[in-house]
């Protein structure tokens, strides 16, 4: 079978963008060779690429009259400060939200692996309650085995079961975000009413914010977060389904 993207060399890559009437400059080599033609090309072209009078983007590919390499780099560069930016966010958020989830559950339920106990749950006869007790249960039992120092292998070893506050440093976003929609109602509360308190100290407003916001904002978040983590195009980025955001604009009095 024929190759339908053979291998191009750097110099046949740059021949493309000019044929296709790129203007190139001093610097392209040097990006294409630094990040590649994938990353950059095919990832921020659509821009600059010749439409009809429809919006379609015409075949074979032409770029419209005067659009540079440096302003497709530039884009590029753009979006990745972008992400860096988000990046600190996110994490400030989960770090925030970790914190929170494991300190009000412990509160709440300070029995020993209280955490994996279906009754700490608020519906826990349903399946997404057992898949987050097993997904924790399974985080243990992952880094137990590993063949290096961590947290978890040191409290097993030590006092034979980890506290929450220290498993939830090895779960993921997504596994925060199904262990807060699932614990018990109050909890719940409780740590939205910690995030209230966080919004009058930067804001210094009085808001109520509800569990339903916080559900909202997570859902966000994850998507986002694995999005900027994974370095993929952010600018345009949105989320063809999800929650309604009304109930966080109604939280945090936003008109628009």
Same mark, same amino acid.
């Given at each position: 079978?024929?190759?339908?993207?053979?291998?191009?060399?750097?110099?046949?890559?740059?021949?493309?963008?000019?044929?296709?009437?790129?203007?190139?400059?001093?610097?392209?080599?040097?990006?294409?060779?630094?990040?590649?033609?994938?990353?950059?090309?095919?990832?921020?072209?659509?821009?600059?690429?010749?439409?009809?009078?429809?919006?379609?983007?015409?075949?074979?590919?032409?770029?419209?009259?005067?659009?540079?390499?440096?302003?497709?780099?530039?884009?590029?560069?753009?979006?990745?400060?972008?992400?860096?930016?988000?990046?600190?966010?996110?994490?400030?958020?989960?770090?925030?939200?970790?914190?929170?989830?494991?300190?009000?559950?412990?509160?709440?339920?300070?029995?020993?692996?209280? !955490?994996?106990?279906?009754?700490?749950?608020?519906?826990?006869?349903?399946? %997404? /309650? @057992?898949?987050?007790? =097993? +997904?924790?249960? #399974?985080?243990?039992?992952?880094?137990?085995?590993?063949?290096?120092?961590?947290?978890?292998?040191?409290?097993?070893?030590?006092?034979?079961?980890?506290?929450?506050?220290?498993?939830?440093?090895?779960?993921?976003?997504?596994?925060?975000?199904?262990?807060?929609?699932?614990?018990?109602?109050?909890?719940?509360?409780?740590?939205?009413?910690?995030?209230?308190?966080?919004?009058?100290?930067? !804001?210094?407003?009085?808001?109520?914010?509800?569990?339903?916001?916080?559900? %909202? /904002? @997570?859902?966000?978040? =994850? +998507?986002?977060? #694995?999005?900027?983590?994974?370095?993929?195009?952010?600018?345009?980025?949105?989320?063809?389904?999800?929650?309604?955001?009304?109930?966080?604009?109604?939280?945090?009095?936003?008109?628009?």
């Amino acid at each position: 079978m024929d190759n339908q993207k053979p291998f191009k060399t750097i110099e046949e890559q740059i021949k493309i963008l000019n044929n296709r009437g790129l203007i190139i400059d001093d610097e392209t080599e040097i990006s294409l060779r630094q990040f590649g033609y994938y990353s950059i090309v095919n990832g921020y072209k659509w821009l600059f690429l010749s439409r009809n009078s429809v919006g379609k983007i015409i075949k074979p590919e032409r770029f419209i009259k005067g659009s540079s390499f440096f302003e497709i780099r530039g884009l590029y560069d753009f979006d990745k400060e972008l992400r860096s930016i988000l990046y600190k966010a996110l994490l400030e958020y989960e770090s925030n939200l970790k914190a929170k989830v494991s300190y009000i559950f412990c509160k709440n339920h300070p029995e020993e692996k209280s !955490y994996l106990n279906v009754k700490n749950y608020r519906d826990y006869k349903h399946n %997404s /309650v @057992n898949k987050t007790i =097993n +997904n924790l249960d #399974n985080t243990i039992k992952k880094y137990s085995l590993k063949d290096y120092d961590n947290a978890i292998k040191h409290y097993l070893n030590n006092y034979n079961q980890v506290p929450l506050w220290v498993l939830v440093n090895f779960l993921t976003f997504g596994d925060i975000n199904y262990l807060y929609r699932n614990i018990d109602e109050q909890v719940r509360i409780s740590i939205a009413k910690e995030f209230s308190k966080k919004y009058k100290d930067n !804001y210094n407003e009085d808001v109520k914010i509800q569990v339903e916001s916080l559900d %909202s /904002v @997570n859902h966000l978040v =994850n +998507n986002f977060r #694995n999005a900027v983590a994974h370095g993929e195009i952010t600018y345009y980025m949105h989320l063809t389904k999800g929650p309604s955001f009304q109930n966080i604009k109604k939280d945090l009095n936003l008109k628009t």
